[in-house]
């Protein structure tokens, strides 16, 4: 068995982390972020064209993994696997419910949903392959595009966040061994996990993770300096963008130094309140009988078409709407699951698989149900029966839906300031939240799954994420290494497929409830039981 301690150095600039890790991701960071800051436009031509030819000959397994995905996490919750616990059998839950779920969703979904909720269901609302010509701006077109944003944010990207996740976490909290992505693959390739494997599967998730991020704070940087000049008419430009993501850098590397316990649990919780705040708001001064009868009428005609759209291919060789949206999606779900299965598994010691998958389906799945009607069927309520506007709004500056739909409602200037401040605010503190999460992240990978990883490198990644963005936003290229990041799920996907595969490998060995084992003596494999400590980082040796 290999001792994980000789891989972290003990002494020097790199005391606590791997070598082979801390170096090789500043590399890897480095060189992908000078590639596209030198030729933005070059970079962006190659990551377009592999975008298009996944999209192209891709598509029907991007589509089918999501489906799988799915699939396999609701039945892993429903089988005898269900009642296993992610650590000791008499392990209790870390953190209640609701730390629990305002922890995953904040670092999920939070800021994107924030972005999106007005803008994609709207884009939908004018044109998608689901309505016919001329349908385009009506009741019907209204509801079909809330069906595909739901969809989007729905069942099937926490499915593929539920695996990832599950298995990070029941190989660290059942099995001893480091809270790492190559842990998943110990069952498959045994000690090779601590080589060049293991490394480039952590690497990939290092890459996800920070772009990931990087795009995310860029793309948010946009949308804050909107909601300031709506504000205060502080000027959009790229100073104050920069600006603006240098703000939230510091701010989350402050909350990543106070670890997961502290910053991160209670910002999150402070993000939960907001958001019950803002959605109350957008409830009760708008439409509120049409948002209610539109969330009960959404949400059974999304569970009606989930399964039917989750297997939907374009059958036109020429179309670009899937390769725009749902492939889009599906890429941008499995090029974060790395950071947020990590996160996940993070906070989620002592549940057990079945509390697991149902909390990480369920809850974001209802939450983003909701959000999502409020805001997009405000916005369309406004649209159909209103004066109007959103749709040229949003067709000029995506960044305004969300400021366009609020001043739309009608509600005088002092309520329309009051909710501009709020989401204002929710921009900043959703924001701190998922670089704090993803600094952690970035630090437990280089460290070999340490949860509580040395400080100065927790300073290092959490200021370089916003260097990041801030000069891929300066140089023109970040919606181009947005689309590299969709590309770069392609190979974690392999990883995706492999942890699961090894994941059921192990299961497989669980006792059943109340069933005696037999020891396992053949001579290439050991008991699960026979685990070895070195330097409080535990590594078991599975059957393989």
Known sequence: ??????????????????????????????????????????????????KGFIASNFAWYYIGLASFFLFLSIYTAFSRYGSIRLGPDDEKPEYNFFSWFSMLFGAGIGIGILFWSIAEP??????????????????EAA???????????????????????????????????????????YPIFGDRIYGPIGHAADLLAVFGTVFGIAT??????????????????????????VVLIAIVSILATLSALSGVNKGIKILSEYNMHLTTVILTFFLVLGPTAYLLGAFATNVGDYLVNAVSLGLWIDPDPKGQWQGWWTIFYWGW???????????????????????????????????????????????IFIELFGAGGITEAVNKDITMALFTTLEL???????????????VVMLVTYFVTSADSATLVICTL???????????????????????????????????LQTASIVAALPYSVVLILTTWALFKSLRQEPLPGVATSKVTDENSQSADEIEKADNLKAVNITS
Not at 128 to 138: D, R, V
Not at 216 to 226: E, K, R, V
Request: net charge positive.
């Open 333 to 379: 779900w499995i090029a974060w699951a790395p950071f947020v299965g990590i996160f996940i598994a993070r906070i989620s010691k002592g549940r057990t698989i079945k509390e697991f998958v149902l909390g990480v389906l369920l809850a974001p799945t209802i939450l983003a149900t909701f959000w999502i009607t409020i805001f997009g069927n405000t916005a």
């Open 409 to 423: 409602m009608e509600l005088g200037p002092m309520l329309t300031l009051i909710g501009a401040s709020i989401c």
């Open 1 to 50: 068995m290999k001792n994980i301690s000789n891989m972290i150095k003990s002494n020097g600039v790199l005391a606590g982390v791997n070598p082979v890790m801390a170096v090789g991701s500043a590399i890897l960071v480095t060189l992908f972020v000078l590639f596209t800051v030198i030729d933005p436009t070059y970079a962006g031509s190659i990551y377009t064209e592999a």
């Open 216 to 241: 995310s704070l860029g793309l948010g940087a946009q949308q804050m300096n909107a909601g300031l000049s709506y504000l205060f008419d502080i000027e959009v430009s790229t100073t104050n963008q």
């Open 143 to 185: 509801q079909v595009a809330m069906r595909i944003s739901i969809f989007h944010w729905g069942l099937h990207g926490w499915g593929i966040f539920a695996m990832a996740g599950l298995s990070l976490a029941y190989f660290s909290y059942r099995k001893g061994m480091p809270l790492s992505v190559r842990s998943g693959l």
């Open 122 to 139: 709207i884009y939908h609302f004018q044109s998608n392959p689901f309505i016919a010509e001329g349908q385009a701006l009506t009741a």
């Open 446 to 480: 280089v460290s070999m799954g340490d949860t509580n990883p040395p400080a100065r490198f927790r300073v290092f990644w959490g200021l370089s994420i916003g260097a990041v963005a801030g000069v891929l936003l300066l140089a023109g290229g970040l919606k181009a």
